[in-house]
């Protein structure tokens, strides 16, 4: 058996996975490929859309910002492309995306709590140090925000995990590696 994820042509989607490629396209002038891989189920697309279109407490540049220490974390290049992009939409330049990927943020003492808690419960798969919740709540976040935060790496995770398997081609510009030196002298601010 062939163990390859090609890319779906519309007509070799079911029609209600055809339905939601055609939003896709008329909302973002294409559709992207990990969602083209996830049409090779007949539920988990619109599973997947209706996760990931759900209401949060945290803001679009917490979303972002959690999004890609998640995907940094998870060694996820296909997410970490598409949510740096998305990120400066959201008014996360990038700087602060690479700042963020390395797990902190030195301009922003509450995004900073943010990262660092999502950096630890995907890192330790929610094995934490409870100083971390404290911090986190101290900067005014909330038991709601923790469960959106668990929430959104969950979803996440299932997009990185999904990359991870199919190794479905990126199709958006690559994001830029960290490098070793920058990771340190960010690490020691």
């Known amino acids: 058996m062939e163990h390859t994820f090609s890319i779906l042509k519309k007509e070799e989607v079911s029609e209600k996975n055809r ?10 002038g294409k559709v992207p490929n990990l969602y083209n891989v996830i049409a090779y189920s007949e539920h988990a697309l619109a599973a997947y859309l209706q996760l990931e279109e759900s209401p949060t407490s945290l803001s679009t540049k917490e979303t972002e910002a959690v999004n890609l220490v998640v995907s940094e974390i998870n060694n996820c290049l296909y997410c970490l492309s598409a949510h740096t992009i998305i990120a400066k939409s959201a008014g996360i330049s990038a700087e602060m995306a690479l700042e963020i990927r390395s797990g902190h943020v030195s301009s922003d003492e509450k995004l900073d709590r943010l990262v660092k ?39 996440r995770t299932i997009s990185n995990l999904l990359h991870a398997v199919t190794q479905v081609p990126i199709d958006f510009p690559l994001a830029k590696e960290i490098s070793d030196q920058e990771t340190f002298n960010q690490g020691n601010h």
């Open 19 to 28: 339905a939601l490629f055609e939003k896709m396209e008329r909302s973002f």
């Open 117 to 155: 808690l999502a950096k630890a419960i995907t890192e330790n798969r929610g094995s934490i140090d409870e100083s971390l919740l404290t911090l986190f709540f101290g900067v005014g976040y909330t038991r709601e925000n923790l469960v959106d935060l668990i929430m959104l790496i969950g979803d």
